[in-house]
């Protein structure tokens, strides 16, 4: 075998599903370049696969096409190793939407290699610096709150503190998927983030997420006023801002809306600091109602324009 033919993911993952919404997902922190596209494999309804340590991508799409076909991770996992000459340098985890589970961990995975299942989840870490990073994951994960997202990357977080990757930190990535499989699989891809190459790959994993939330808050409020539930769309808004105050879109289109819904008053403030901030969404505005974003009323713009004066 030449090890060179592999990419050498090496990292601690976690593959999960939640019980309670039938969300699937792989997080995943590794020193290796952008290892979300080597490591993580996952499809709305079907499955969610972690392939690494001298990765054989292949069991990705193959172990979730099987999966497609009805077996289990159990059954994939096991057809797939039998297929591979070189399974004892491969770790691979699978999780399917029955929640079935499936782990392997080869015989010559470098130390300090290994792996946990739980309840609908595994854990799984090679070229470790300790034989505790995988457990602490396990416990972390068991022990966390909130959604599955939210639990991965407790687990993620254990994993460094632990010690993590024997070599240091380079990339992480997130993908989410949905449970169903009866919806356009684009629509099922609930997370799928990535930090290709950063000094704290984690903290840049949980910043992108946050800022994800935001904007979903951002298109629940979008939906909530298109249904006329001003008060609670307005809630979502400013749960929207808050999550990410240095981002001045959110409170652009709070402002706009507002606006649009007869709360000139409460917009005017918002606009405000926005523009001071930077002028160039003064343009933007003024430019909203060409496009039918903003009703055409020369009043209301030249307020606007006079904010910072």
Known sequence: MNPKRFPFAHTFSIVARDPRTGEMGVAVQSHWFSTGSVVTWAEPGIGAV?????????????????????????????????????????????????????????????AEAGHHTGHQYSVQANMMLKPTVWPAMAAAFEAAQGC?????LEALDAAQAEGGDVRGKQSAAMLIVSGENNIEPWKGVLVDLR???????????????????????????????????????????????????????????????????????????????????????????????????????????????????
């Open 50 to 110: 972690a392939t690494q340590s001298m990765t054989e991508i292949s069991y990705g799409p193959l172990g979730l096409f099987q999966m497609q076909q009805k077996k289990t991770a159990p059954q994939v996992l096991r057809d797939l190793l039998a297929k591979d000459a070189n399974s004892e340098v491969r770790q691979v985890a699978m999780v399917d939407a029955n929640g079935n589970i499936a782990v392997h961990t080869g015989s010559r995975c470098i």
């Open 148 to 152: 599955l997202a939210e639990r991965m």
């Open 195 to 309: 930090v290709e190459d950063h000094p704290e790959p984690l903290t840049e994993l949980r910043r992108l997420y946050n800022t994800q939330r935001a904007y979903e808050y951002m298109n629940k409020g979008d939906d909530l006023l298109s249904k006329g539930n001003v008060e609670d769309a307005f809630t979502a808004y400013d749960t929207a801002a808050r999550l990410t105050p240095h981002i001045l879109e959110l409170p652009f289109w709070q402002a706009v809306t507002l606006i649009e819904t007869g709360r000139e008053e409460q917009a005017f403030p918002i606009l405000k600091k926005v523009i001071a901030a930077e002028p160039n969404w003064l343009t933007l505005i003024e430019r909203l109602p060409a496009a039918g974003l903003l009703r055409e009323d020369p009043v209301l713009l030249e307020k606007i324009r006079r904010l910072l004066d």
